[in-house]
T-cell receptor
């Protein structure tokens, strides 16, 4: 266990559905991230939150809506997704040191299938 | 744009042999690098990191080498075991200070 918990582990949703992914970290970190991992592609950074404030949005379509109510929880709200959005969605957290360099701890991911 | 890439998508080694996984990066401002291991059905797991003021760092059965001159990073795994079979990613933490990942190398350990 990495201290980062994601739910659900698997999700199948239709293109007209609305669902949410949840991430919780018990590491006392102040930065949280959403990554998308598609087959045979590098991990793609989607969103970054530092101290509950969004600091990065890597041109992610508006059908993905993040929410960070506190430093320990991160959500990804999904609506009207497309089949090409099917992927493994990974949450990570980190505690940047003064130099800004620190490893990210990942959850197990949510395997999303859009039908 | 800046990118992190891997020389080979797959690598097969005999159990007990040493493995070397390579990574090229192009962001000369990157000053921190990490190797992650991802097993099937799991999220990436931290293996070892190295800062740009070092050229070598050793962990338990793993060694990371950094060559800033040619922007090359490698992960060496000694006495490779079946449990080492996984996808290995290198990541850089350059500017902006967020991790950029390579596409990964699938390591298969043969009995």
């Amino acid at each position: 266990e990495t201290g980062v918990t994601q739910t659900p582990r698997h999700l199948v949703m239709g293109m007209t559905n609305k669902k949410s992914l949840k991430c919780e970290q018990h590491l006392g970190h102040n930065a949280m991230y959403w990554y998308k991992q598609s087959a045979k592609k590098p991990l793609e950074l989607m969103f970054v939150y530092n101290f509950k404030e969004q600091t990065e949005n890597n041109s992610v379509p508006s059908r993905f809506s993040p929410e960070c109510p506190n430093s320990s929880h991160l959500f990804l709200h999904l609506h009207t997704l497309q089949p090409e959005d099917s992927a493994l969605y990974l949450c990570a957290s980190s505690h940047p040191n003064i130099g800004g360099n620190t490893e990210a701890f990942f959850g197990q991911g949510t395997r999303l299938t859009v039908v | 744009g800046e990118s992190v890439g891997l020389h080979l998508p797959t690598l097969s080694v005999q159990e007990g042999d040493n493995s070397i996984i390579n990574c090229a990066y192009s962001n000369s401002a990157s000053d921190y690098f990490i190797w992650y291991k991802q097993e099937s059905g799991k999220g990436p797991q931290f293996i070892i990191d190295i800062r740009s003021n070092m050229d070598k760092r050793q962990g338990q059965r793993v060694t990371v080498l950094l060559n800033k001159t040619v922007k090359h990073l490698s992960l060496q795994i000694a006495a490779t075991q079946p449990g080492d079979s996984a996808v290995y990613f290198c990541a850089e933490n350059g500017l902006p200070r967020q991790l950029t990942f390579g596409s990964g190398t699938q390591l298969t350990v043969l009995p």
